[in-house]
């Protein structure tokens, strides 16, 4: 394997000088650069990335912390971090809190060990641990997907820059859309209470209600803590009111899965015994049958946003934080009971 001292005998430069090419630590003249990168070629030498992070304190790392990797909408984000991360000359760190407050904190504080320069983190229905951690160390975090409450913590502020999608008309637009369509009880299968995504989405659900002169139900909001089995759980609770509803709303792509199951356990068929539309369109919502009305978040664009934001932030420590929240595509496909092919509302 080709050392830093032959890249240097081969580019007729010293050791410091391809020290300085790799690291940019000084600046080298054009040509001397060229013959440097051209030695580096020619002989296939690979820098050692801890050595060069021990010269430049930098280790052009970043850490991801979300749940549910599984999920094909968080699996679209990391690739959206991913790619944005090589883009840049990244490399990526990835952890799974499993939405555990006390599990969330101990893997971040991993990352940081890990000596990442900063994080993107998808919190927990509790971020208090964790907030208290990234203040004291003053880490650098950009909150993905859920929203905190507080963008600042700890000293004079540490702040923190927050990228997601728009949860709230895109959900309205469900409800009001089921409504144009005729139906009077329309049933929400909500996620983990606590999530800034499940509490946006009972917004846009009430507002949806409202605007389409509906009243609000308590009894036709049900939890499905943002998983399968606990939708599937949540949608037969709904099953067995006296007076359940014609119309169903789930608000993830695992919960979506979790009330088919209930239903197909129920005998009821969509749309024809009961409507659905589903927050997250997924790879496989068009070739269920009947195929998924769904909202589809730009799952990518958030990773890759995210990036930039964190990178941002890293080039400009001081500046306001802000909050982005990327806009939503209503697809619009049958389960909602229109025919093949539909025009949009």
């Not at 990228?163 to 139906?183: D, K, N, Q, Y």
């Not at 195929?291 to 958030?302: D, G, M, V």
């Not at 400009?316 to 939503?328: G, K, S, V, Y």
């Amino acid at each position: 394997m080709a050392t830093m001292a032959d890249v240097a005998r081969s580019a007729g430069v010293s050791v410091a000088t391809v020290s300085h090419v790799l690291n940019d630590t000084r600046p080298v003249l054009p040509h001397t650069r060229q013959a440097v990168l051209d030695a580096i070629e020619e002989l296939g030498y690979t820098p050692n990335t801890l050595a060069r992070s021990l010269v430049t304190s930098r280790t052009r790392s970043i850490g991801l912390a979300v749940s549910a990797i599984s999920n094909p909408y968080f699996t679209e984000i990391l690739q959206g971090v991913e790619a944005a991360a090589l883009e840049q000359g990244y490399s990526l760190l990835i952890a799974d809190p499993h939405d555990d407050p006390v599990h969330e904190r101990k893997v971040v504080q991993l990352l940081h060990e890990r000596r990442v320069e900063g994080l993107i983190v998808a919190p927990s229905a509790q971020p208090g641990e964790l907030l208290a951690y990234l203040g004291r160390h003053r880490v650098p975090t950009v909150f993905l997907d859920r929203l905190v409450t507080t963008p600042t913590t700890g000293g004079e502020g540490l702040r923190f820059d927050q990228v997601c999608a728009e949860s709230t008309e895109p959900t309205t637009r469900l409800v009001t859309h089921l409504a144009g369509l005729g139906h009077r009880r329309i049933g929400l299968v909500a996620g983990l209470p606590g999530l800034s995504t499940t509490a946006e989405r009972i917004t846009g659900y009430r507002h949806g209600l409202a605007a389409s002169g509906l009243p609000y139900d308590e009894r036709l909001l049900v939890h499905g803590d943002s998983e399968t089995a606990g939708a599937e759980r949540a949608t037969t609770t709904l099953l067995a009111l006296g007076a359940p509803p014609t119309a169903l709303v789930t608000a993830n792509n695992a919960m979506t899965i979790g009330a088919l199951r209930a239903l197909r356990d129920h005998g009821l068929s969509v749309p024809r015994d009961i409507a659905l539309c589903c927050f997250d369109d997924f790879a496989w919502a068009d070739l269920f049958s009947p195929r998924l009305t769904a909202i589809a978040q730009p799952s990518r664009e958030i990773g890759a946003r995210a990036v930039r934001v964190l990178l941002e932030r890293l080039a400009e420590p001081d500046r306001p934080a802000r909050t982005e929240q990327l806009p939503c595509a209503f697809v619009h496909r049958t389960s909602c009971g229109c025919p093949n092919n539909p025009m949009s509302p």
